[in-house]
């Protein structure tokens, strides 16, 4: 995607917490209160948190991050393209650089969770189109009727060495 520049960024910088509360409200605004999972700015900051920022000529246009479980398996996490930026593949740039990303780092699965309700329709068929498939609860998740649990298996990055 040209000028897209994606790269590790801070979820403290003034727009992207910006766009976070928009996350954040767009969440509570269609899922019961005990049942939103979107991480708070500190956490993003964990040491168990890639997180990345899109932007072209500056402007943020979207943040997604990765979120460790265990060797193994990685979640995504703050997945969020800014209103003015959707339907122009900027949220499938960052989601295939996320699994880019778990996939470089030896991760073999790739999980997340997302609303069940019509509100998060479109994130739905978003990772539908990634290759994820719904599956059962993961992680510290309790099984919800307010959320969808999706997974996709990773395959080895392939090397310069095997390409040739």
């Known amino acids: 995607m040209t000028g897209l520049v994606i790269v590790r960024g801070d979820p403290r910088g003034d727009d992207v917490r910006a766009l976070l509360e928009r996350h954040l409200e767009f969440a509570r605004t269609h899922t019961p209160p005990d049942h939103v999972h979107a991480l708070p700015i500190e956490a993003l900051l964990g040491p168990e948190v890639m997180f990345f920022t899109a ?81 059962g609860a993961f992680g510290a998740y309790p099984e919800s009727p307010t959320s969808t649990f999706m997974t996709l298996k990773l395959t080895a990055a392939r090397s310069a060495a095997d390409a040739s």
């Open 55 to 135: 932007r072209r000529h500056g402007e943020l246009l979207a943040v997604g991050a990765l979120k460790h479980l265990d060797a193994r398996h990685c979640e995504v996490k703050s997945m969020h393209t800014a209103q003015a930026a959707r339907r122009r593949g900027i949220g499938r740039a960052m989601l295939d650089h996320l699994i880019a990303v778990a996939r470089d780092g030896g991760y073999r699965r790739i999980s997340l969770e997302t609303g069940s309700m019509a509100a998060f329709e479109s994130a739905r068929k978003l990772y539908g189109s990634a290759g994820f498939s719904e599956c």
